[in-house]
Every structure is written in structure tokens, then in C-alpha cells.
């Protein structure tokens, strides 16, 4: 019997150094990403609701939580929505500034029974 390598010949194995290499590269590009990400353009503030309340027919309070890097005045648009989906009242919350985290409370005015209040926007003042 012939041994197969002296027949076939035998194949060559990968490189040492390309196992290393493909790992600097991988971990490269994994650091380039999270340093991408981490400088992403986040703005100065974050609005969200914490809780809501239907009071009755025509009126729903809307807790909002406001938090800020930055010491700015916000103005936060939240609605209020009936089953239906159809916005049933809206007003304007005016968050004054502020160094620290805020709560805010705000009444909405409705023309029918509301089901849930969202905030739409919060820019600032």
C-alpha cells in the first residue's frame, strides 16, 4: 500500500500568523464601533411618561419624567387618546429649568373619555 501523502501530496496548513491577525482586526473594529456609538449626538434631555390618570369624561392628568445633562427650559406636548385612538385633548407642559432630574403633572382638557395620555414632543423653550 502507498502512503497518500507521497501520492496526493499534502495540503498546507494556515499561516501562524493569520489567527492573530484576524483577531486585532475583529477587536478593532468592535472598539471602533462602541467609540461610534458611545460619541453618537445624544441630546441634553429625555422625556418620558410615568404614569397617568383618567379622571372622569373631560379631564386625564399625565405625570412626566424629565431628565437633563444641561440646565434647559422644555416645553412638552402630551395628548390624550380615547379607545378609538382618536387624540382627545392636548396641551403644552412647560418644564422650567433645571440642573436635575424633574417630575412633572399636567392637566388635559378632553371632549371625550380618554383611555391613555402620551407625550409627543419635548423641545426646548
Not at 74 to 98: D, M, N, R, W
Request: hydrophobic share 40%; aromatic share 8%; with cysteine.
Amino acid at each position: 500500500m502507498t502512503d497518500l501523502t507521497e501520492r496526493y501530496g499534502r495540503k498546507r496548513a494556515v499561516p501562524r500568523w493569520v489567527l492573530p491577525l484576524v483577531a486585532v482586526v475583529g477587536i478593532s473594529l468592535g472598539v471602533a464601533w462602541a467609540a461610534w456609538t458611545a460619541w453618537d449626538d445624544v441630546p441634553p434631555y429625555q422625556s418620558e411618561v410615568f404614569g397617568y390618570e383618567v379622571q372622569g369624561e373631560d379631564l386625564t392628568t399625565i405625570t412626566i419624567n424629565v431628565y437633563r445633562s444641561e440646565d434647559v427650559a422644555l416645553e412638552c406636548e402630551v395628548y390624550a387618546q380615547a379607545e378609538s385612538k382618536a387624540i382627545v385633548g392636548e396641551t403644552v407642559v412647560e418644564v422650567p429649568a433645571s440642573p436635575r432630574n424633574t417630575r412633572v403633572t399636567a392637566e388635559i382638557i378632553t371632549e371625550h373619555r380618554a383611555t391613555t395620555a402620551v407625550i409627543r414632543t419635548c423641545e426646548p423653550a
